[in-house]
């Protein structure tokens, strides 16, 4: 029995709630990357939904709660994509959501964070900036503070990936997941472990933001003073005790890549699957880049966690020869 | 009750010959592209497997009473898409699957057919040219021919996107299709118009190969000296009369739209929606751009069908400014 805050149960519930739009998501093998990264390749394609990323299956969750106890409010920090899912999820349910987010967060989510209807507050500092603001926010107001990764919702709503991954046709060697936060780790890590114990559990984070990754391997909370990434995604400082506790459970290892690794892993993924990716979903690709031999031969799913990426900047990393 | 080849029951049975990872595709509303054309858009996505375009819905089929009646081998033309599907699904089952294309064809096509296993022959001609030519091997070689929107199982396996529209959580005012053998949009029009009636089904076509649109509206094949479009999964010039008569019967309308017009719907797609689309694949706003105010208010579903497509060529078109 694994030791963590989540609880299968609750996951198996949860699939009930979200709406079925995220749910059960296209999976399937890519011959052509496999070929090129030297191991078979399965895609869990988490983007072709409405917010393109994979953070309305919490949303879907938390909102579906805060309707049932008569709130009327939600207000989250995010990096851009909690707060589009947020808002999406919030609305359809009569919530008023605010979304604080850095003024460096790229264009695209502020916009469409805008565009669904939330109210937006932009933070001069980083992520970690954003989230001290959604806490005064939430006490001025009193209304409900979503927290990514440490409110349990966001962990168990990204866990019900893991329940797809446990319940396909060919289980996977290799999971690799991008750590941010670290709720879609310890969420579909718990899962695996649990219903596919034999799947190795693999977390990517970018040399630039290595905090929770570092965490990992100390075993004890490694704060960093900046975060330095294209991965806007993943570029937290102040990793979460208690999903540190969780992903040591979980997780079988934490890795870390180089930003020409991921833009390489886009470029790939635009080459041999035609996706357009934001740089957080490439971290997997970009970890099998690093480490051919590891992976070699080995069955990899790698989940394509999100597509909101300012096409300027992607133009510019993908294209530049 | 509408005199087509199609027949309900055979497309439920379809449903359960296809692998899963071809069916149940994701489809869900786009509002950003929705507000930038003026009605309400939902996509039905067919690009997120291993051959990126909705063709192995009918392979699957095919290859599959293949096997079953003893069948060792297979051949089609193909524009590209039909060739892909084919070999994967045929040699998953131990067919041999040759595919005649035109050496025109695009290069990932090409490419990938070859990758997946198939004997690719070339021809010099445009696809009608491959259409001949994989006649004369069929009779050479004494093997099955595929034919794709004449063979009854090409129909029906489109057709089960139809199933799945029908099924949809808010049902559309329109279905735009995407015009070529008219596989998809006899199938996919024969379910809606069986078992929602009211939703409007319109095909599109590029003015560059306009055949079957022509026909369609003389009620009787009208075939073309040449077919000029960079569409080139819907480049047809030689209708098929039994597919026409099912047109007529299921269609509400078939629209002929500009290059110019395919090349906008094709950067619509990727600036809203984060889709890289073959052109055939942006048929459907194309119509919607060069129409507004037919659609305008209305729910439009548009059918992602392909998202085979050279790099190069779809970086001087979108990007081209």
Same mark, same amino acid.
């Given at each position: 029995?694994l *030791?963590?805050?989540?609880?299968?149960?609750?996951?198996?519930a +949860?699939?009930?709630v979200?709406?079925?739009?995220f749910?059960?998501?296209?999976?399937?093998?890519?011959d052509?990357?496999g070929?090129?990264?030297?191991?078979t390749?399965?895609?869990?394609?988490?983007?072709?939904n409405p917010?393109?990323?994979?953070?309305?299956?919490?949303?879907?969750?938390v909102t579906?709660?805060?309707?049932e106890?008569?709130?009327?409010?939600?207000?989250?920090?995010?990096?851009?994509?909690?707060?589009q899912?947020?808002?999406w999820?919030?609305?359809?349910r009569?919530l008023?959501v605010?979304v604080v +987010?850095?003024? *460096?967060?790229?264009? !695209?989510?502020?916009?469409?964070?805008r565009?669904?209807?939330?109210e937006l507050?932009l933070?001069d500092g980083?992520?970690?900036?954003?989230?001290?603001?959604?806490?005064?926010?939430?006490?001025?107001?009193?209304?409900?503070?979503?927290e990514?990764?440490?409110?349990?919702?966001?962990?168990?709503?990204?866990?019900?990936?893991?329940?797809?991954l +446990?319940?396909?046709?060919?289980t996977?060697?290799?999971?690799?997941?991008?750590l941010?936060?670290? !709720?879609?780790a310890t969420?579909v890590g718990?899962?695996?472990?649990?219903?596919a114990?034999?799947v190795?559990?693999?977390?990517?984070?970018?040399?630039g933001?290595? +905090?929770?990754t570092?965490s990992?391997?100390e075993?004890?909370?490694?704060?960093?003073?900046? !975060?330095?990434?294209?991965?806007?995604?993943?570029?937290? *400082?102040?990793?979460?005790?208690?999903?540190?506790d969780?992903?040591l459970?979980v997780a079988?290892? !934490?890795?870390?890549?180089?930003?020409?690794?991921i833009?390489?892993g886009m470029?790939?993924?635009?080459?041999?699957?035609?996706?357009?990716?934001?740089p957080?979903?490439?971290?997997?690709?970009?970890?099998?880049?690093?480490?051919?031999?590891r992976?070699?031969?080995?069955h990899?799913?790698t989940?394509?966690c999100?597509s909101?990426?300012?096409?300027?900047?992607?133009?510019r990393?993908v294209?530049?020869t």
């Amino acid at each position: 029995m694994l *030791r963590t805050r989540l609880d299968l149960d609750r996951i198996h519930a +949860a699939r009930r709630v979200i709406n079925p739009m995220f749910l059960n998501t296209p999976t399937y093998r890519c011959d052509a990357l496999g070929r090129r990264l030297g191991c078979t390749v399965s895609i869990k394609l988490e983007t072709a939904n409405p917010v393109r990323s994979f953070k309305a299956r919490g949303t879907e969750l938390v909102t579906s709660l805060l309707t049932e106890q008569g709130r009327t409010a939600v207000v989250c920090a995010s990096a851009g994509n909690l707060g589009q899912a947020l808002t999406w999820s919030g609305r359809r349910r009569g919530l008023d959501v605010t979304v604080v +987010a850095s003024r *460096r967060a790229p264009v !695209a989510k502020l916009d469409r964070i805008r565009a669904l209807g939330a109210e937006l507050e932009l933070v001069d500092g980083d992520f970690e900036m954003a989230r001290e603001r959604a806490v005064t926010i939430a006490q001025q107001r009193g209304i409900r503070l979503l927290e990514d990764s440490l409110d349990i919702e966001t962990c168990e709503g990204a866990a019900t990936i893991g329940l797809e991954l +446990a319940d396909a046709e060919s289980t996977a060697d290799t999971v690799l997941i991008a750590l941010g936060g670290g !709720a879609m780790a310890t969420g579909v890590g718990y899962v695996l472990k649990t219903l596919a114990p034999g799947v190795e559990v693999v977390c990517v984070q970018p040399t630039g933001a290595p +905090a929770l990754t570092r965490s990992f391997h100390e075993r004890r909370v490694v704060t960093t003073e900046s !975060a330095d990434t294209i991965a806007d995604g993943v570029a937290g *400082r102040y990793p979460i005790p208690e999903v540190l506790d969780d992903l040591l459970a979980v997780a079988d290892d !934490a890795v870390l890549v180089q930003e020409s690794s991921i833009i390489a892993g886009m470029r790939l993924l635009l080459e041999h699957t035609g996706l357009v990716v934001e740089p957080s979903a490439a971290l997997g690709v970009a970890a099998v880049l690093e480490d051919r031999d590891r992976f070699a031969g080995r069955h990899v799913v790698t989940v394509i966690c999100g597509s909101n990426v300012d096409l300027d900047a992607y133009h510019r990393w993908v294209h530049r020869t």
